[in-house]
């Protein structure tokens, strides 16, 4: 019976129904479990954008060690990462590639705006070649005000993001 | 052939032989910026470095600031240097607008110009050491700067962005029993960085993959114009701080380190003599600071220049000679101001430097040109 359905032609939208029923079934129960997963293994990608890459350096050196809080140190593979730390100005040049960078990124993927020029402009408000802000170019999470912030908020950022991630749902991202 | 798919993003037709590899911006070897190497299998056949990133207009933002709300925004190319990046804007604007410094405040400023040399310079180390695969050798750097950022911290309020060099002087004195911690931290820092030659100078994984690796002749340093700790990694005798000292470096006893190589080992290891040298010149100017008196001569509000006039300034920077032109027409801004840096100067021999390398050796040969891509772009 259910193999006459299953046609090489439909199977994938078997496959769709039976993801439909799964995430119904894990929503609840496993969410927690998900999410609990999820946040403490934050990859962020190694996409440098401006100076406040200097504090995002510091932040994983001995003295602050993001690590301890499930943060890894930027990585280069897009494919296994989850988060994107926006550190700093984004120029007209840099706003597609950000934009590609976003993309390619399997779901879920986290953003933190990192600094005051990836909030609004910051001190280059004005400048010909700026962004005011990130939030024309991808969605973001967590703002971490500063110019640079310090390492410390950068931490307090990641917490309140991991925070979030708690509360969402987990089904939004299967 | 090339089709865009996207504004300033191309597919590109793939020859037969040589593979066009993009290196950046989202690459852990590039930083800001991308190099477009061309590889004809491990081989380097070409390279073409493509900065600009993050050019954020910083000369035309400073032709409608006027002279001290420039200050921010000038030190920013190079947070982690912010004191030697702003240095030449500020003499040249006490030229322009006929301020005489204490002389309190030049030694200040030289202590601080020298701790945030270090600085900058453990960052650079602690990015080689990554770029080469060597965590030790991040950790170690990234957490022994930490103290000097302490001191700074101390000096000026903030971690990185101090803007604590403001023309007619520093921003503030120097907070009580400030001489003895900066002593004492000092020579810690000294006996620290000693340790690096075990493990990151003398390890003969890294001697096989910088030596004899992107070698630059003495000719070549000069006909390209590089600047800083590349032109005297390759023989050329050349240090501002000796050569055309400004504020107090001329009464100070400063020794210049050169190496004849001229490779990548030699460039990577020139800053880390450097940082040496840099704790000799804080312990002298610590000595001979006079202890009190002032150190800003307070300005006007909105202060304007009293002719129009022109004015160039050099200093000797963590990475080379930085210069900042000045063009006033006696108004409360700047009519031009034009920055020339290092990086910039040091990103010409980056092609001439990978071609016939292997692609392993770039990050290698790319990080030991002393660059800092934000700096680059202004
Ligand atoms: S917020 Fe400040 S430190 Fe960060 S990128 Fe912008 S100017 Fe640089």
Redesign the interface.
């Known amino acids: 019976m259910l193999k006459d359905l299953i046609t090489p032609e439909n199977a994938n939208v078997f496959v769709g129904k039976l993801g439909d029923i799964l995430e119904k079934a894990i929503d609840k129960p496993l969410g927690y479990a998900i999410n609990w997963g999820r946040i403490w293994s934050l990859w962020p990608?190694?996409?440098?954008?401006?100076?406040c890459?200097?504090?995002f350096?510091?932040a994983?050196?001995?003295?602050y060690d993001v690590e301890r809080f499930g943060i890894i140190e930027?990585?280069?593979s897009?494919r296994q990462c989850d988060l994107v730390v926006v550190q700093g100005?984004i120029?007209r040049?840099?706003a597609?590639?950000l934009r590609?960078?976003y993309d390619q990124m399997p779901e879920p993927k986290y953003v933190i705006a990192m600094g005051a020029c990836a909030i609004t402009g910051g001190?280059?408000f004005?400048?010909?070649?700026?962004l005011p802000g990130i939030d024309g170019v991808i969605p973001v999470d967590v703002y971490v005000p500063g110019?640079?912030p310090?390492p410390e908020t950068l931490i307090q950022g990641c917490i309140l993001l991991q925070e979030k991630i708690k509360r969402m749902k987990a089904r939004k991202f299967v | 052939m090339t089709t865009e798919i996207m504004p300033g993003l191309a597919l590109q037709k793939v020859d037969e032989r040589i593979m066009t590899l993009n290196v950046g911006p989202q690459h852990p070897g590039s930083g800001h910026m991308r190099i477009v190497v061309q590889i004809d299998g491990d081989y380097i056949v070409a390279c073409d470095p493509d900065p600009g990133y993050v050019h954020r207009g910083e000369e035309k933002m400073a032709e409608y600031r006027n002279y001290i709300t420039n200050i921010p925004h000038l030190e920013r190319p190079v947070i982690h240097d912010s004191c030697n990046v702003l240095y030449p804007y500020v003499l040249g604007a006490e030229e322009l607008l006929g301020i005489e410094v204490p002389e309190r405040a030049k030694y200040i400023r030289v202590i601080a110009s020298e701790l945030n040399r270090c600085i900058y310079i453990m960052y650079w180390l602690a990015i080689y050491g990554i770029f080469l695969g060597h965590s030790t050798m991040f950790m170690w750097p990234a957490g022994d700067r930490e103290f000097l950022i302490d001191l700074m911290e101390k000096m000026s309020g903030a971690r990185v962005t101090h803007a604590h060099f403001v023309p007619g002087g520093v921003r503030n004195d120097l907070p009580p029993n400030f001489e003895d911690v900066c002593l004492r931290q000092v020579n810690y820092f000294e006996k620290r960085i000693k340790e690096y030659a075990a493990v990151f100078y003398d390890n003969p994984i890294l001697i096989s993959r910088t030596q004899d690796t992107g070698v630059l002749s003495k000719q070549d340093a000069i006909r390209l114009g590089t600047t800083g700790s590349v032109l005297r990694a390759s023989g050329v005798d050349y240090d501002l701080r000796v050569k055309e000292p400004y504020d107090v470096y001329d009464e100070l006893d400063i020794h210049t380190n050169v190496m004849k190589e001229g490779d990548a080992y030699a460039r990577s290891r020139i800053p880390w003599l450097d940082m040496m040298e840099s704790c000799n010149i804080i312990r002298q100017a610590l000595q001979k600071m006079p202890k009190s008196g002032s150190v800003r001569t307070k300005l006007k509000p909105n202060p304007k220049t009293k002719v129009p006039a022109t004015v160039y300034k050099r200093v000797e920077s963590g990475r080379g000679s930085l210069g900042c032109y000045i063009v006033s027409d006696g108004k409360t801004e700047p009519y031009r101001l034009k920055l020339s840096v290092p990086s910039f100067r040091n990103l010409i021999a980056l092609p001439y430097l990978l071609k016939g390398e292997k692609l392993g050796n770039m990050p290698s040969v790319y990080w030991s040109l002393n660059y800092w891509p934000v700096e680059a772009d202004r």
């Open positions: 990608v190694h996409i440098e954008t401006a100076c890459s200097v504090e350096g510091a994983s050196s001995p003295r930027a990585f280069g897009l100005t120029t040049k840099m597609p590639r590609l960078v001190l280059y004005d400048s010909y070649n700026v110019c640079p310090r």
